[in-house]
């Protein structure tokens, strides 16, 4: 079994940073790659940024240059940094870690509130 916590989330000017953070515990070392979603209100979730297991990333192309994901590897944390943060960044921030198709986790989610 494996459990995420997201944390870092916060009210932020527009123009400022977060970083938010993901620790999992458990056993992770067979994992395809750790990844942030987001959902905004009345909206879907989607995809932010991902890290696979051998470190590549990769982002949502309209995030691409704002965003950075990271992982600690001794920590077991994925991170997420966000710089330039907007309005429309407004949204619930959520860690997962994929194993398989059919063996993926979730963490609870991290609000992230940009004000104008």
């Known amino acids: 079994q494996v459990q995420l916590v997201e944390s870092g989330g916060g009210l932020v000017q527009a123009g400022g940073s977060l970083r938010l953070s993901c620790v999992a515990s458990?056993?992770?070392?067979?994992?395809?790659?750790m990844g942030w979603y987001r959902q905004a209100p009345g909206k879907q979730r989607e995809w932010v940024a991902r890290i696979t297991s051998d470190g590549s990333t990769y982002y949502d192309d309209s995030l691409k240059g704002r965003f950075t994901i990271a992982r600690d590897n001794g920590k077991n944390t994925v991170y997420l940094h966000m710089n330039s943060l907007k309005t429309e960044d407004t949204a619930v921030y959520y860690c997962n870690i994929e194993f398989s198709q059919q063996r993926v986790y979730w963490g609870r989610g991290t609000q992230v509130t940009v004000s104008s």
């Open positions: 458990g056993t992770i070392f067979s994992f395809r790659f």
